[in-house]
């Protein structure tokens, strides 16, 4: 059973910086996807930045350069630095693993972010 536990998240002011961290646990057997998605109150989850199976990654068009994904593979964790921080960046982030093989998808728990003076 795969399990992703993501941490990093809190209260930041606009123009700030955040890195959230997810830690996988279990077996991953690739090909897989793995990445970070959002959603904000009264909204749709929406993907934010991810490794495909092939190793390129991609990202949403409002990251415009802020936020970049990252991982360090011996640790089995995946890392979302966000710079320049805006307060439509609130939400909830989510650590997504699915597993193309298996079709089997992940999902972390969550973290909050909020962006707020």
């Known amino acids: 059973q795969v399990q992703l536990v993501e941490s990093g998240g809190g209260l930041v002011q606009p123009g700030g910086s955040l890195r959230l961290s997810c830690a996988a646990s279990?077996?991953?057997?690739?090909?897989?996807?793995m990445g970070w998605y959002r959603q904000a109150p009264g909204k749709q989850r929406e993907l934010v930045a991810r490794f495909t199976s092939g190793g390129s990654t991609n990202y949403a068009d409002f990251v415009k350069g802020r936020i970049t994904i990252s991982r360090d593979s011996a640790k089995n964790t995946v890392y979302l630095q966000m710079n320049r921080l805006k307060p439509e960046d609130t939400a909830v982030y989510y650590c997504?693993?699915?597993?193309?093989?298996?079709?089997?998808?992940?999902w972390g728990q969550g973290t909050q972010v909020t962006v707020s003076s």
């Open positions: 279990g077996s991953i057997f690739a090909p897989y996807y």
């Open positions: 997504n693993a699915w597993v193309i093989g298996a079709n089997a998808n992940y």
